[in-house]
């Protein structure tokens, strides 16, 4: 009876386990907006959020509507940005607002521009669970364009990569 007790328990935990698994994918399949300790959204109620996604399509290449208002990935090594090496910096291609200064882009041979910081108030997060793990989401903090993904594998002094579509961007020469 122990033996069986032991088995029924061990079947009621990993059940009871991916019961919960799932209900929490299903309860957490938006994004969340906010992480604790973030200011005012200083970008709230600005035009670029008003456009339709009519409007997007129009202002923008189909392969960069699909990541900045799709949250698609471009191909890695297809963008030309990879392997800009010029000091400038990097805005939305959505909205145009500065991103990313060139002092922090590194080359962390993934295939995409990849910086290790951002510049104040250029972005937002958001939890992405589209995938088996939970990843965090950057996008522009004026326009909501998706960017990217950001990871802890980056270089000091930040130890973070921002992993960016190079769609989504523009680059503006010093």
């Not at 189909?62 to 990935?73: H, I, S």
């Amino acid at each position: 009876m122990t033996r069986m007790a032991h088995r029924f328990s061990r079947r009621t935990l990993l059940l009871s386990g991916s019961a919960a698994l799932a209900v929490a994918a299903c309860s957490s399949a938006g994004a969340d907006k906010s992480e604790p300790g973030e200011t005012a959204d200083a970008y709230a109620g600005n035009e670029w959020r008003a456009l339709t996604e009519d409007q997007w399509r129009e202002r923008l290449e189909p392969a960069a509507f699909n990541v900045l208002r799709k949250a698609d990935t471009e191909r890695a090594f297809t963008s030309p940005l990879n392997a800009e090496k010029r000091d400038g910096t990097y805005h939305c291609a959505g909205c145009d607002l500065p991103l990313f200064s060139s002092a922090t882009k590194f080359d962390s041979g993934t295939g995409w521009p990849s910086f290790y910081d951002v510049l104040p108030g250029a972005m937002a997060t958001s939890l992405d669970r589209k995938l088996i793990y939970t990843r965090t989401e950057y996008h522009c903090a004026r326009c909501l364009g998706h960017q990217g993904h950001v990871f802890d594998d980056g270089p000091a002094p930040t130890g973070q990569r921002w992993c960016n579509n190079g769609v989504a961007l523009a680059f503006r020469p010093a």
